[in-house]
């Protein structure tokens, strides 16, 4: 019985962690694992990125991201950049959760 708890814990915290969109803002380009811009409009981006309240709101890789404190608590550390040529992804801030998602695919590796 014992065992079972264990492995039910360890298959529900690796199924959050592999799907969290847990994001840190890092101050220096060399920590990040992703370089990202904010486009000026939608048309422009790779992803539309909501702002979810809690971290039990984000998704499956899909925009819904939570800015977290620390980064241990991060599974994606990003760097906003200063111009969009030197962007790893361009995203877009949307009002509403249902607006989130990506606009190109081929991208989505980089959030994984």
Do not use: H, P
Not at 48 to 54: G, H, T
Request: hydrophobic share 35%; glycine share 2%; charged share 20%.
């Amino acid at each position: 019985m014992y065992k079972q708890i264990l492995v039910l814990i360890f298959l529900s915290i690796s199924c959050q962690t592999l799907f969290s969109q847990n994001i840190f803002s890092t101050d220096y380009e060399s920590q990040a694992d992703v370089s990202v811009y904010v486009v000026d409009y939608e048309s422009q981006c790779d992803l539309k990125v909501y702002k979810v309240a809690y971290s039990s709101q984000v998704g499956n890789n899909e925009g819904n991201w939570f800015f977290v404190e620390y980064e241990s608590q991060s599974d994606k550390k990003i760097f906003f950049v200063d111009y969009e040529s030197q962007a790893d992804l361009n995203i877009y801030f949307v009002d509403y959760e249902s607006q989130a998602g990506w606009r190109k695919r081929n991208k989505m590796y980089l959030m994984y």
